[in-house]
């Protein structure tokens, strides 16, 4: 399942590069997830398992929804589309383990151990001098365009706690997995249309690349990738879910190399090499 989870994930950071050669970063995810959104409604439908469920759950699962969709992916769609590469991106939005194990214990009562800390830490590390090394400091454009992905690693962080906190805490009705994509598809669909009107007038260039890309995104990474994820966060706590974030950054340069012949540097690997041992020592078990 985690295998599964890391290379559906990681695959939307290419799909997300090829799309934005045919639309704006929002036009792009309002046809994506107005594409889920209607998939699954045929879906639930033809199962008889479409209900309302009442706003004390609706609300919060669409809230994840609007967080975890789209205000994560805006982010990163918009740091590619100023040019940072997808495997500078996923090592940006690597930063998430450090701020969901910082506010896990605050937010759901799970407390860090302290290995678990020290990985975190040593991910942190290798995170940091990658991105350093490739960023410009130079130009104040640069140096925004490696930061907005911040932005995704705050609303991803937000949106695992609080999914995680209505499964330790019972806030609210558990639903289904197809029922709850569902509800924050919807949510995400319905937020996205107007910066998709206002700022690119939803300008899509057709055919079959974008066609083929954009069911790839629908049906591997928001189907499927999602899925697995809150699996893995209603068994494991949400510090060591956010931890395999850290694997995103290999994959995703190996991704993007084969992709779109993406250079790999020396730094890029030491960083790597550190981020994966970060990654082993988070996901220590307790014995």
Same mark, same amino acid.
Request: aromatic share 12%; glycine share 10%; with cysteine.
């Given at each position: 399942?985690?295998?599964?989870?890391?290379?559906?994930?990681?695959?939307?950071?290419?799909?997300?590069?090829?799309?934005?050669?045919?639309?704006?970063?929002?036009?792009?995810?309002?046809?994506?997830?107005?594409?889920?959104?209607?998939?699954?409604?045929?879906?639930?439908?033809?199962?008889?398992?479409?209900?309302?469920?009442?706003?004390?759950?609706?609300? /919060?699962?669409?809230?994840?929804?609007?967080?975890?969709?789209?205000?994560?992916?805006?982010?990163?769609?918009?740091?590619?589309?100023?040019?940072?590469?997808?495997?500078?991106?996923?090592?940006?939005?690597?930063?998430? /383990?450090?701020? %969901?194990?910082?506010?896990?214990?605050?937010?759901?009562?799970?407390?860090?151990? %302290?290995?678990?800390?020290?990985?975190?830490?040593?991910?942190?590390?290798?995170?940091?001098?990658?991105?350093?090394?490739?960023?410009?400091?130079?130009?104040?454009?640069?140096?925004?365009?490696?930061?907005?992905?911040?932005?995704?690693?705050?609303?991803?962080?937000?949106?695992?706690?609080?999914?995680?906190?209505?499964?330790?805490?019972?806030?609210?009705?558990?639903?289904?997995?197809?029922?709850?994509?569902?509800?924050?598809?919807?949510?995400? %669909?319905?937020?996205?249309?107007?910066?998709?009107?206002?700022?690119?007038?939803?300008?899509?260039?057709?055919?079959?690349?974008?066609?083929?890309?954009?069911?790839?995104?629908?049906?591997?990474?928001?189907?499927?990738?999602?899925?697995?994820?809150?699996?893995?966060?209603?068994?494991?706590?949400?510090?060591?879910?956010?931890?395999?974030?850290?694997?995103? /950054?290999?994959?995703?340069?190996?991704?993007?190399?084969?992709?779109?012949?993406?250079?790999?540097?020396?730094?890029?690997?030491?960083?790597?090499?550190?981020?994966?041992?970060?990654?082993?020592?988070?996901?220590?078990?307790?014995?």
């Amino acid at each position: 399942m985690i295998i599964g989870f890391v290379l559906l994930w990681n695959s939307g950071f290419i799909g997300g590069e090829v799309g934005l050669s045919y639309s704006g970063p929002f036009s792009l995810l309002f046809w994506r997830y107005l594409s889920l959104t209607l998939i699954l409604l045929i879906y639930l439908l033809t199962r008889k398992r479409l209900r309302w469920v009442g706003w004390s759950a609706a609300a /919060p699962n669409m809230l994840v929804g609007v967080l975890a969709h789209g205000v994560w992916l805006s982010c990163v769609l918009l740091a590619q589309n100023y040019g940072v590469p997808a495997g500078v991106v996923a090592l940006v939005v690597a930063l998430q /383990p450090m701020a %969901t194990g910082a506010f896990s214990g605050l937010a759901v009562g799970e407390p860090t151990p %302290t290995f678990r800390w020290i990985g975190l830490l040593i991910g942190f590390g290798g995170v940091v001098m990658t991105v350093v090394s490739r960023m410009n400091f130079e130009s104040t454009e640069s140096v925004f365009a490696y930061l907005i992905p911040l932005g995704s690693v705050i609303a991803i962080t937000a949106a695992s706690l609080i999914q995680r906190r209505m499964e330790v805490r019972k806030t609210s009705s558990r639903m289904p997995v197809d029922l709850t994509l569902f509800y924050q598809s919807l949510a995400t %669909t319905l937020a996205l249309i107007l910066p998709a009107l206002v700022f690119e007038d939803s300008t899509t260039q057709w055919g079959n690349t974008f066609i083929f890309t954009m069911m790839w995104l629908v049906i591997g990474v928001s189907m499927g990738a999602y899925a697995l994820m809150w699996k893995l966060i209603e068994r494991i706590d949400a510090t060591r879910v956010a931890s395999l974030f850290y694997l995103g /950054p290999p994959v995703t340069m190996v991704m993007a190399w084969i992709a779109f012949g993406d250079t790999i540097k020396m730094m890029d690997i030491a960083g790597l090499i550190v981020v994966f041992a970060g990654v082993l020592i988070t996901q220590i078990k307790n014995r």
